[in-house]
Protein backbone atom coordinates (compact mmCIF):
# COMPACT_ATOMS: atom_id res chain seq x y z
CA UNK A 1 0.00 0.00 0.00
CA UNK A 2 1.63 3.08 -1.05
CA UNK A 3 2.06 5.70 1.47
CA UNK A 4 0.74 8.64 -0.91
CA UNK A 5 -2.70 6.78 -0.79
CA UNK A 6 -2.87 6.47 3.07
CA UNK A 7 -2.06 10.45 3.26
CA UNK A 8 -4.76 11.87 0.76
CA UNK A 9 -7.51 9.27 2.08
CA UNK A 10 -6.83 10.64 5.80
CA UNK A 11 -6.81 14.34 4.83
CA UNK A 12 -9.89 14.04 2.78
CA UNK A 13 -11.69 12.08 5.31
CA UNK A 14 -10.70 15.00 8.16
CA UNK A 15 -11.12 17.83 5.77
CA UNK A 16 -13.78 17.60 2.88
CA UNK A 17 -15.91 15.10 4.50
CA UNK A 18 -16.57 17.52 7.61
CA UNK A 19 -18.42 20.18 8.52
CA UNK A 20 -16.98 23.25 6.96
CA UNK A 21 -17.73 26.75 8.49
CA UNK A 22 -18.81 28.98 6.02
CA UNK A 23 -19.27 32.75 6.22
CA UNK A 24 -22.14 34.51 7.44
CA UNK A 25 -25.17 34.33 5.82
CA UNK A 26 -23.91 31.97 3.64
CA UNK A 27 -26.53 28.90 5.34
CA UNK A 28 -29.72 27.66 4.02
CA UNK A 29 -32.53 25.75 5.84
CA UNK A 30 -31.85 22.01 5.69
CA UNK A 31 -33.24 20.07 2.70
CA UNK A 32 -32.53 22.85 0.34
CA UNK A 33 -30.86 20.74 -2.93
CA UNK A 34 -26.88 21.54 -3.12
CA UNK A 35 -25.01 20.40 -6.24
CA UNK A 36 -21.73 19.05 -6.25
CA UNK A 37 -20.17 22.35 -7.80
CA UNK A 38 -21.98 24.03 -5.30
CA UNK A 39 -20.28 22.16 -2.63
CA UNK A 40 -16.71 22.51 -4.48
CA UNK A 41 -17.32 26.24 -4.30
CA UNK A 42 -18.18 26.80 -0.70
CA UNK A 43 -15.18 24.64 0.34
CA UNK A 44 -12.55 25.75 -2.06
CA UNK A 45 -11.96 22.38 -2.59
CA UNK A 46 -11.75 21.66 -6.34
CA UNK A 47 -8.18 22.00 -7.12
CA UNK A 48 -7.02 21.14 -3.77
CA UNK A 49 -8.49 17.40 -3.89
CA UNK A 50 -8.77 14.50 -6.74
CA UNK A 51 -11.82 13.23 -7.74
CA UNK A 52 -11.20 10.21 -6.55
CA UNK A 53 -8.15 8.86 -3.76
CA UNK A 54 -8.19 5.51 -2.52
CA UNK A 55 -11.61 3.52 -2.33
CA UNK A 56 -13.06 6.79 -1.94
CA UNK A 57 -15.52 8.12 -5.22
CA UNK A 58 -16.19 11.72 -3.60
CA UNK A 59 -17.69 13.01 -6.44
CA UNK A 60 -20.17 10.11 -5.44
CA UNK A 61 -20.18 10.58 -2.16
CA UNK A 62 -20.85 13.85 -1.85
CA UNK A 63 -23.59 13.74 -4.61
CA UNK A 64 -25.32 11.39 -2.28
CA UNK A 65 -24.21 12.71 0.98
CA UNK A 66 -24.48 16.55 1.35
CA UNK A 67 -27.37 18.23 3.35
CA UNK A 68 -27.79 21.49 4.45
CA UNK A 69 -28.09 22.86 7.95
CA UNK A 70 -28.43 26.57 9.93
CA UNK A 71 -24.87 27.72 9.56
CA UNK A 72 -22.71 25.07 8.19
CA UNK A 73 -22.09 22.17 5.48
CA UNK A 74 -22.21 18.86 7.03
CA UNK A 75 -21.51 15.83 5.00
CA UNK A 76 -22.24 12.79 6.21
CA UNK A 77 -21.44 9.37 5.03
CA UNK A 78 -22.75 6.61 3.08
CA UNK A 79 -22.73 3.03 3.74
CA UNK A 80 -19.79 1.37 2.07
CA UNK A 81 -21.48 1.96 -1.87
CA UNK A 82 -25.07 1.21 -0.66
CA UNK A 83 -26.15 5.07 -0.34
CA UNK A 84 -27.50 3.95 3.12
CA UNK A 85 -26.75 6.04 6.24
CA UNK A 86 -26.33 4.60 9.76
CA UNK A 87 -28.68 5.80 12.45
CA UNK A 88 -31.47 9.20 12.20
CA UNK A 89 -28.84 11.26 14.52
CA UNK A 90 -27.73 13.27 12.09
CA UNK A 91 -24.00 14.20 10.93
CA UNK A 92 -20.67 14.12 13.39
CA UNK A 93 -18.17 17.05 12.33
CA UNK A 94 -14.93 14.96 11.52
CA UNK A 95 -13.04 18.67 11.54
CA UNK A 96 -14.31 22.20 11.30
CA UNK A 97 -12.42 24.23 8.76
CA UNK A 98 -13.47 27.29 7.35
CA UNK A 99 -14.19 27.55 3.80
CA UNK A 100 -11.26 28.44 1.51
CA UNK A 101 -8.67 27.04 4.72
CA UNK A 102 -5.19 26.61 3.30
CA UNK A 103 -4.13 23.07 4.19
CA UNK A 104 -1.52 22.70 1.59
CA UNK A 105 1.39 22.14 5.12
CA UNK A 106 -0.56 19.12 6.79
CA UNK A 107 2.17 16.56 4.80
CA UNK A 108 1.67 13.79 7.35
CA UNK A 109 0.97 10.05 6.15
CA UNK A 110 3.00 6.97 7.03
CA UNK A 111 2.85 3.48 5.40
CA UNK A 112 1.78 0.29 6.92
CA UNK A 113 3.30 -3.13 6.57
CA UNK A 114 2.00 -6.37 6.99
CA UNK A 115 3.95 -8.77 9.09
CA UNK A 116 2.73 -12.84 8.73
CA UNK A 117 3.93 -15.07 11.20
CA UNK A 118 5.13 -17.42 9.50
CA UNK A 119 7.28 -15.62 7.54
CA UNK A 120 8.22 -12.44 9.41
CA UNK A 121 10.93 -12.66 12.58
CA UNK A 122 8.62 -9.75 14.73
CA UNK A 123 5.17 -11.52 14.47
CA UNK A 124 7.01 -14.74 15.73
CA UNK A 125 9.09 -12.94 18.26
CA UNK A 126 5.80 -11.21 19.41
CA UNK A 127 3.69 -14.24 19.30
CA UNK A 128 1.38 -13.47 16.61
CA UNK A 129 0.06 -14.92 13.29
CA UNK A 130 -0.68 -11.82 11.66
CA UNK A 131 0.99 -8.43 12.65
CA UNK A 132 0.74 -4.82 11.37
CA UNK A 133 3.57 -2.20 11.79
CA UNK A 134 2.18 1.60 11.48
CA UNK A 135 5.62 3.63 11.83
CA UNK A 136 4.57 7.34 12.28
CA UNK A 137 8.24 7.42 12.97
CA UNK A 138 7.98 8.29 9.07
CA UNK A 139 6.28 11.71 9.54
CA UNK A 140 8.24 15.22 8.71
CA UNK A 141 9.24 15.69 12.33
CA UNK A 142 9.40 12.08 12.63
CA UNK A 143 6.60 11.48 15.67
CA UNK A 144 2.44 10.77 15.13
CA UNK A 145 2.30 14.51 16.44
CA UNK A 146 2.80 15.91 13.12
CA UNK A 147 -0.99 14.78 12.40
CA UNK A 148 -2.17 17.19 15.50
CA UNK A 149 0.45 20.16 14.70
CA UNK A 150 -0.57 20.16 10.93
CA UNK A 151 -4.04 20.87 12.06
CA UNK A 152 -2.47 23.40 14.96
CA UNK A 153 -1.18 25.19 12.24
CA UNK A 154 -3.92 25.64 10.18
CA UNK A 155 -6.42 26.41 13.15
CA UNK A 156 -4.03 28.86 14.27
CA UNK A 157 -3.88 30.60 10.54
CA UNK A 158 -7.47 30.45 10.87
CA UNK A 159 -7.85 32.59 13.82
CA UNK A 160 -5.47 35.01 12.78
CA UNK A 161 -2.72 34.06 15.00
CA UNK A 162 1.07 34.86 14.05
CA UNK A 163 2.50 32.58 17.17
CA UNK A 164 1.89 29.25 18.63
CA UNK A 165 2.73 27.74 21.99
CA UNK A 166 2.78 24.75 23.86
CA UNK A 167 4.13 22.58 27.05
CA UNK A 168 5.52 19.13 25.75
CA UNK A 169 7.70 16.01 26.67
CA UNK A 170 9.24 16.59 23.26
CA UNK A 171 7.90 15.12 20.52
CA UNK A 172 4.60 17.84 20.04
CA UNK A 173 7.05 20.11 20.83
CA UNK A 174 9.43 19.75 17.99
CA UNK A 175 6.33 18.76 15.79
CA UNK A 176 4.48 22.52 16.36
CA UNK A 177 7.58 24.10 15.83
CA UNK A 178 8.63 22.52 12.29
CA UNK A 179 5.19 22.64 10.64
CA UNK A 180 4.86 26.80 12.28
CA UNK A 181 8.02 27.27 10.69
CA UNK A 182 6.76 26.01 7.35
CA UNK A 183 3.96 28.17 7.75
CA UNK A 184 6.10 31.52 8.95
CA UNK A 185 4.49 31.53 12.59
CA UNK A 186 6.61 31.84 15.62
CA UNK A 187 6.48 29.45 18.10
CA UNK A 188 6.99 29.02 22.35
CA UNK A 189 7.79 25.74 23.40
CA UNK A 190 7.47 24.81 27.11
CA UNK A 191 9.95 21.00 27.80
CA UNK A 192 10.92 19.60 31.17
CA UNK A 193 14.33 19.70 31.46
CA UNK A 194 14.65 15.93 31.07
CA UNK A 195 13.49 16.25 27.29
CA UNK A 196 16.00 13.91 25.30
CA UNK A 197 18.84 16.50 23.55
CA UNK A 198 17.90 15.79 19.84
CA UNK A 199 14.11 17.03 20.68
CA UNK A 200 15.62 19.99 22.05
CA UNK A 201 18.14 20.10 19.18
CA UNK A 202 15.04 19.80 16.69
CA UNK A 203 13.05 22.76 18.55
CA UNK A 204 16.08 25.13 18.49
CA UNK A 205 16.90 24.12 14.10
CA UNK A 206 13.67 24.73 13.24
CA UNK A 207 13.63 28.23 15.56
CA UNK A 208 11.75 27.99 18.65
CA UNK A 209 11.92 30.09 21.45
CA UNK A 210 12.64 27.08 23.56
CA UNK A 211 12.35 27.12 27.54
CA UNK A 212 13.63 24.19 29.09
CA UNK A 213 11.71 23.91 33.18
CA UNK A 214 13.45 22.93 35.85
CA UNK A 215 10.63 20.47 36.88
CA UNK A 216 8.51 17.70 35.94
CA UNK A 217 6.18 17.63 33.04
CA UNK A 218 2.80 19.09 35.35
CA UNK A 219 5.02 21.85 36.12
CA UNK A 220 5.90 22.62 32.61
CA UNK A 221 2.58 22.29 31.40
CA UNK A 222 0.99 25.02 34.36
CA UNK A 223 3.48 27.40 33.39
CA UNK A 224 2.99 27.64 29.71
CA UNK A 225 -0.59 27.75 30.20
CA UNK A 226 0.09 31.04 32.59
CA UNK A 227 2.18 32.12 29.39
CA UNK A 228 -0.13 31.55 26.79
CA UNK A 229 -2.93 33.25 29.09
CA UNK A 230 -0.71 36.53 29.91
CA UNK A 231 0.40 36.83 26.26
CA UNK A 232 -2.29 35.44 24.53
CA UNK A 233 -0.84 33.11 22.11
CA UNK A 234 -2.30 30.33 20.16
CA UNK A 235 -3.06 27.46 22.35
CA UNK A 236 -1.65 24.22 20.51
CA UNK A 237 -1.83 21.64 24.14
CA UNK A 238 -3.72 18.76 22.85
CA UNK A 239 -5.81 18.52 26.35
CA UNK A 240 -6.64 22.26 25.87
CA UNK A 241 -7.12 22.10 22.11
CA UNK A 242 -10.45 20.51 20.72
CA UNK A 243 -9.08 20.28 17.13
CA UNK A 244 -6.03 18.69 17.92
CA UNK A 245 -7.70 15.14 18.55
CA UNK A 246 -9.33 15.93 15.06
CA UNK A 247 -5.52 15.53 13.68
CA UNK A 248 -4.51 12.66 15.80
CA UNK A 249 -7.59 10.17 15.19
CA UNK A 250 -6.13 10.55 11.29
CA UNK A 251 -3.60 7.67 12.33
CA UNK A 252 -6.66 5.25 12.61
CA UNK A 253 -8.89 6.41 9.04
CA UNK A 254 -5.32 5.78 7.81
CA UNK A 255 -4.61 2.33 8.78
CA UNK A 256 -8.37 1.22 8.27
CA UNK A 257 -8.49 2.88 4.34
CA UNK A 258 -4.85 1.07 4.05
CA UNK A 259 -6.34 -2.48 5.32
CA UNK A 260 -8.92 -1.73 2.96
CA UNK A 261 -11.46 -1.18 5.60
CA UNK A 262 -10.89 -4.94 7.19
CA UNK A 263 -10.97 -4.09 10.65
CA UNK A 264 -8.25 -5.64 12.93
CA UNK A 265 -9.01 -7.38 16.47
CA UNK A 266 -6.71 -4.73 18.24
CA UNK A 267 -4.43 -1.50 17.91
CA UNK A 268 -2.18 -1.07 20.33
CA UNK A 269 0.06 2.57 21.38
CA UNK A 270 1.61 3.55 24.24
CA UNK A 271 -0.04 6.35 26.11
CA UNK A 272 1.15 9.35 28.16
CA UNK A 273 -1.09 12.09 28.39
CA UNK A 274 -4.33 10.09 26.95
CA UNK A 275 -4.40 12.47 23.98
CA UNK A 276 -3.26 9.85 21.30
CA UNK A 277 -5.23 7.08 22.27
CA UNK A 278 -8.60 9.49 22.42
CA UNK A 279 -8.06 10.62 19.52
CA UNK A 280 -7.42 7.29 17.52
CA UNK A 281 -10.55 5.80 19.57
CA UNK A 282 -12.75 8.79 17.82
CA UNK A 283 -11.56 8.07 14.27
CA UNK A 284 -12.27 4.49 14.89
CA UNK A 285 -16.06 5.81 15.87
CA UNK A 286 -16.09 7.85 13.27
CA UNK A 287 -15.52 5.67 10.73
CA UNK A 288 -18.08 3.06 12.68
CA UNK A 289 -21.02 5.51 12.55
CA UNK A 290 -20.27 6.49 9.17
CA UNK A 291 -20.53 3.20 7.80
CA UNK A 292 -16.95 2.20 6.41
CA UNK A 293 -16.27 -0.66 9.07
CA UNK A 294 -18.55 -2.95 10.31
CA UNK A 295 -17.47 -3.29 13.94
CA UNK A 296 -14.62 -1.89 16.21
CA UNK A 297 -11.77 -3.19 16.94
CA UNK A 298 -9.79 -2.87 20.68
CA UNK A 299 -7.33 -0.90 21.99
CA UNK A 300 -4.13 -1.77 23.85
CA UNK A 301 -3.08 0.73 25.68
CA UNK A 302 0.33 0.60 26.68
CA UNK A 303 2.47 2.57 29.49
CA UNK A 304 5.74 2.41 31.32
CA UNK A 305 5.06 0.61 34.87
CA UNK A 306 7.05 3.71 36.03
CA UNK A 307 4.16 5.84 35.29
CA UNK A 308 1.23 4.50 34.49
CA UNK A 309 -1.25 6.23 36.12
CA UNK A 310 -4.79 5.60 33.68
CA UNK A 311 -3.70 1.99 33.12
CA UNK A 312 -3.59 1.66 36.82
CA UNK A 313 -7.35 3.20 36.75
CA UNK A 314 -8.42 0.86 34.42
CA UNK A 315 -6.89 -1.80 36.47
CA UNK A 316 -8.41 -1.45 39.76
CA UNK A 317 -11.43 0.38 38.38
CA UNK A 318 -10.79 3.50 40.66
CA UNK A 319 -10.18 6.96 39.91
CA UNK A 320 -6.94 7.65 38.42
CA UNK A 321 -4.33 9.16 40.59
CA UNK A 322 -1.08 11.43 40.11
CA UNK A 323 2.29 9.16 39.47
CA UNK A 324 5.87 10.23 39.58
CA UNK A 325 7.06 10.06 36.10
CA UNK A 326 10.06 7.08 36.66
CA UNK A 327 10.64 6.01 33.05
CA UNK A 328 12.88 6.15 30.31
CA UNK A 329 10.34 6.66 27.23
CA UNK A 330 9.98 10.68 27.97
CA UNK A 331 7.17 11.01 25.30
CA UNK A 332 4.61 8.88 27.58
CA UNK A 333 6.59 10.21 31.45
CA UNK A 334 3.32 11.85 32.26
CA UNK A 335 2.00 11.67 35.96
CA UNK A 336 -1.18 13.73 35.31
CA UNK A 337 -2.39 13.29 32.17
CA UNK A 338 -4.26 16.10 30.96
CA UNK A 339 -6.59 14.18 28.40
CA UNK A 340 -7.73 11.71 31.38
CA UNK A 341 -11.37 11.07 30.95
CA UNK A 342 -11.51 10.97 27.20
CA UNK A 343 -8.92 8.13 27.34
CA UNK A 344 -10.36 6.00 29.69
CA UNK A 345 -13.86 6.43 28.55
CA UNK A 346 -11.78 4.98 24.81
CA UNK A 347 -10.43 2.31 27.05
CA UNK A 348 -13.85 1.06 28.43
CA UNK A 349 -15.89 1.89 25.32
CA UNK A 350 -13.40 -0.16 23.36
CA UNK A 351 -13.34 -2.87 26.35
CA UNK A 352 -9.68 -2.52 25.67
CA UNK A 353 -6.59 -4.46 27.19
CA UNK A 354 -4.43 -2.42 29.68
CA UNK A 355 -0.57 -3.58 29.92
CA UNK A 356 2.85 -1.92 31.56
CA UNK A 357 6.04 -2.74 30.49
CA UNK A 358 9.23 -1.81 32.40
CA UNK A 359 12.22 0.18 30.64
CA UNK A 360 13.91 -3.32 30.21
CA UNK A 361 10.65 -4.68 28.09
CA UNK A 362 10.81 -1.24 26.17
CA UNK A 363 15.12 -1.40 25.25
CA UNK A 364 14.49 -4.94 24.37
CA UNK A 365 11.80 -3.74 21.76
CA UNK A 366 13.70 -1.17 20.15
CA UNK A 367 16.14 -3.94 19.63
CA UNK A 368 13.84 -6.38 18.32
CA UNK A 369 12.03 -3.23 15.83
CA UNK A 370 15.76 -2.55 14.87
CA UNK A 371 17.12 -5.89 13.87
CA UNK A 372 14.03 -7.80 12.34
CA UNK A 373 12.19 -4.66 10.79
CA UNK A 374 14.71 -2.23 10.42
CA UNK A 375 12.82 0.47 12.30
CA UNK A 376 14.27 2.45 14.74
CA UNK A 377 11.98 3.78 17.45
CA UNK A 378 11.72 5.97 20.40
CA UNK A 379 11.27 4.20 23.56
CA UNK A 380 7.88 5.44 23.89
CA UNK A 381 7.78 4.67 19.88
CA UNK A 382 9.09 1.14 20.81
CA UNK A 383 6.92 0.90 24.12
CA UNK A 384 3.30 -0.35 21.99
CA UNK A 385 5.35 -3.20 20.83
CA UNK A 386 6.41 -4.26 23.96
CA UNK A 387 2.79 -4.50 25.41
CA UNK A 388 1.83 -6.43 22.29
CA UNK A 389 4.34 -8.90 23.29
CA UNK A 390 3.84 -8.69 26.83
CA UNK A 391 0.40 -8.77 26.31
CA UNK A 392 0.59 -12.10 24.56
CA UNK A 393 2.77 -13.57 27.07
CA UNK A 394 0.10 -12.84 29.25
CA UNK A 395 -2.63 -14.18 27.63
CA UNK A 396 -4.47 -10.82 27.00
CA UNK A 397 -5.01 -11.64 23.78
CA UNK A 398 -4.58 -14.80 21.62
CA UNK A 399 -1.98 -15.70 19.16
CA UNK A 400 -4.35 -15.85 16.19
CA UNK A 401 -5.15 -11.96 16.63
CA UNK A 402 -4.87 -9.47 14.04
CA UNK A 403 -3.13 -6.59 16.00
CA UNK A 404 -1.83 -3.37 14.53
CA UNK A 405 1.00 -1.77 16.37
CA UNK A 406 1.83 2.02 16.04
CA UNK A 407 5.60 3.33 16.32
CA UNK A 408 4.80 7.01 17.52
CA UNK A 409 8.02 8.53 17.28
CA UNK A 410 11.56 7.93 15.72
CA UNK A 411 14.48 6.78 17.55
CA UNK A 412 16.95 9.58 16.69
CA UNK A 413 15.00 11.75 18.72
CA UNK A 414 16.64 9.61 22.01
CA UNK A 415 19.73 8.21 20.46
CA UNK A 416 21.46 8.11 24.10
CA UNK A 417 18.05 5.47 24.82
CA UNK A 418 18.68 3.98 21.47
CA UNK A 419 23.08 3.36 22.73
CA UNK A 420 21.63 1.87 25.90
CA UNK A 421 19.18 -0.76 24.29
CA UNK A 422 21.71 -1.54 21.53
CA UNK A 423 25.42 -0.95 23.30
CA UNK A 424 28.44 0.71 22.34
CA UNK A 425 30.55 -0.10 19.14
CA UNK A 426 33.95 -1.86 19.31
CA UNK A 427 36.41 0.37 19.35
CA UNK A 428 39.67 -0.79 17.97
CA UNK A 429 42.87 -0.03 16.55
CA UNK A 430 43.79 0.47 12.86
CA UNK A 431 45.28 -3.40 12.95
CA UNK A 432 44.19 -6.38 11.87
CA UNK A 433 45.41 -8.29 15.13
CA UNK A 434 43.94 -6.01 16.68
CA UNK A 435 40.54 -6.21 15.05
CA UNK A 436 40.86 -10.16 15.53
CA UNK A 437 41.16 -9.65 18.95
CA UNK A 438 38.25 -7.93 19.35
CA UNK A 439 36.13 -10.46 17.66
CA UNK A 440 37.24 -12.95 19.39
CA UNK A 441 36.65 -10.98 22.85
CA UNK A 442 32.62 -10.85 21.83
CA UNK A 443 32.63 -14.25 20.41
CA UNK A 444 31.99 -13.11 17.16
CA UNK A 445 33.05 -15.32 13.99
CA UNK A 446 32.64 -13.79 10.32
Same mark, same amino acid.
Given at each position: MKKTRGRLLSLVLAVLLCVAVLPTGSARAMGDAMSLDQVKALMNAETLYPQKTGYIELDRMLEEAVCRVSGPVAVRYPRGGQGEFRGDSGPEPVVVLRAGTDITLAGYGTEINELLGAADRLAQALGLDTLYLKDDGQNPTSSLKDRASALAVVKAREAGADTIACSSTGNAASSVAGNAAAAGLSTYIFVPSRAPRGKVAQLR?????? $???????????????? =???????????????????????????? $??? #??????????????????????????????????? $???? %?????? #?????????? *???????WEPMAENTLADSI *???? %?????????? !??????????????????? !???????????????? =???????????????????????????????????????????? !???? %?? !????? *? *???AQDIRP
Amino acid at each position: MKKTRGRLLSLVLAVLLCVAVLPTGSARAMGDAMSLDQVKALMNAETLYPQKTGYIELDRMLEEAVCRVSGPVAVRYPRGGQGEFRGDSGPEPVVVLRAGTDITLAGYGTEINELLGAADRLAQALGLDTLYLKDDGQNPTSSLKDRASALAVVKAREAGADTIACSSTGNAASSVAGNAAAAGLSTYIFVPSRAPRGKVAQLRIFGATV $ISVEGSYEDTFELSRA =AIDRWGWYNRNAAINPYLSEGKKTVTLE $ILE #QLGWRVPDYIALSVGDGCTIAGAWKGLKDLYAAGF $IDRL %PRLISV #QAEGCCPLNR *AIETGKPWEPMAENTLADSI *AVGV %PRNPDKALCA !MRESDGVAVNVSDGEILEA !MRLLGRTQGVFGEPAG =AAGTAGVKKAVELGLIPAGSTVVSIVTGNGLKDVQSGIQAAGEP !MRVS %PD !MDALL *A *AFAAQDIRP
